[in-house]
């Protein structure tokens, strides 16, 4: 699945000065006369993330969605710091 970023029809359509819009970028991918009459989750599929609109199919159409990355970083950080303390060893001060 292509990003705006590398996609080549959006590069195009902002080389060209259009926008990059939803609407525009099935237009341009399709023509105006052949944009499939009945939108499936395949057609949606194809489109840059950025311009995909999941919300249009009911929920058992739709697919999982990856936990939110900020969330998973944060459960990887408590991971790894419960990890390395159970390698280090207990800190012991000397009483003077």
Known sequence: ??????????LTMRAVGIEVTRDGYIRAAYGDNDIPKSWTP????????????WTLFPPELRPLEPPDDAEQRRRNR???????????PARIRPNY
């Open 1 to 10: 699945m292509a990003t705006l970023a590398d996609d080549p029809l959006a």
């Open 42 to 53: 395949e057609h949606e599929m194809e489109l840059p993330e950025e311009l995909q609109d």
């Open 78 to 88: 408590a991971q790894r710091r419960q990890r390395a303390a159970r390698r280090r």
